[in-house]
């Protein structure tokens, strides 16, 4: 496959490497400083103690890059929608988009059924530009376990894990499916298939929803929110609203959320994303991490209190930082 990163942060960097390393045709879309260094140094990788240069070609033009068969979008929720145009370039008419990010994608009710059958995310994809430029049978969705961080632009740092969950949007297997599949094992990846990607990307959203805002309110790492009582209990709240959210659109969760919290705990003292963003001074993900379980939850006329109190929190913190645009919250508050 000829293959086009969106995004060189440290998921789409740590792909882009790893593809690299297995010896695959890969190029990148980035732009910024990340463009500057990678096209000065290469895409740095240190991982397992050792440190890999590899030569990539990257350009802030998609028309530079040409058409590829497949298109693996790792950027941030907020720099989505500005580069729909440049995604459907990248794939041309016959490509797949491969969603690897964190939160709920645009794409994630299209033909799901239920009360929430085909809704648009106005939070996720605010002018339906991702829509109307990827058409939904190109799009293939995916779930990553693992943990990177870009100590410097084009420089990514493995820290742990190499789960990738990967699943078509409208269900089921099929043979492209177990094509990609088998290009991210080839890479290292620990990749598997998922019958309905929807379960496994609600199931991630569920813990992630509350950790990274909290994290990024307060400044603390997971350990120290999970060993307050109070915040703790907080965090409990929020999630049981929101797995009620879930039972009530499809997508049920088995475990409780003490025990979901169990699990987040081993991670020990970690930075979410979310508070890496802000201590890097950059937009958040808010809205496909929290604001968009609000829309879901409107949608089916559920009252959400203990969400709306963490999203409003949250919003106004991001705000008083420049990190959440005002713009943005008037719209989604009118």
Wanted: proline content about 5%; some cysteine; glycine content about 10%.
């Amino acid at each position: 496959m000829k293959i086009a990163i969106v995004g060189l942060g440290a998921m789409g960097g740590l792909i882009a490497a790893r593809l690299l390393q297995a010896g695959h045709q890969v190029q990148a879309l980035a732009r910024g400083e990340t463009l500057r260094h990678v096209r000065a140094q290469g895409l740095i990788l240190d991982e397992a103690g050792v440190r890999s240069r590899l030569s990539l070609k990257v350009s802030d033009r998609a028309q530079e890059l040409g058409e590829h068969d497949l298109v693996v979008v790792a950027v941030k929720a907020p720099a989505l929608a500005p580069l729909a145009q440049a995604i459907a370039q990248l794939r041309g008419d016959k490509g797949l988009v491969l969603t690897a990010m964190n939160g709920v994608p645009w794409w994630f009710f299209q033909g799901f059924g239920g009360p929430c059958n085909d809704l648009k995310l106005k939070s996720i994809d605010p002018d339906a530009a991702l829509d109307a430029a990827i058409p939904p049978q190109a799009v293939l969705g995916s779930v990553l376990h693992m943990s990177a961080s870009t100590p410097a632009p084009g420089h990514v740092l493995h820290a742990m894990g190499s789960r990738i969950i990967l699943g078509e949007p409208k269900g089921g297997s099929s043979e492209r499916l177990r094509a990609v599949a088998s290009l991210f094992a080839s890479a290292g990846f620990a990749a598997e298939t998922s019958l309905r990607i929807q379960d496994d990307i609600w199931f991630k959203l569920w813990g992630n929803m509350t950790m990274n805002p909290v994290s990024a309110i307060t400044g603390a790492t997971i350990d120290k929110i999970l060993q307050d009582p109070q915040v703790n209990r907080f965090c409990v709240s929020v999630m049981q609203e929101a797995k009620v959210v879930g039972e009530r659109f499809g997508c049920l969760i088995q475990q409780s959320p003490e025990e979901r919290n169990a699990v987040t705990a081993q991670l020990g003292a970690f930075k979410t994303s979310m508070l890496q963003d802000v201590e890097a001074m950059r937009p958040v993900e808010l809205d496909a991490l929290l604001t968009v379980v609000q829309d879901i939850a409107t949608c089916l006329g559920l009252h959400v209190p203990w969400i709306e109190a963490l999203l409003g929190l949250c919003r106004l913190r991001m705000q008083g930082l420049g990190l959440y645009p005002r713009s943005i919250a008037s719209r989604l508050t009118a």
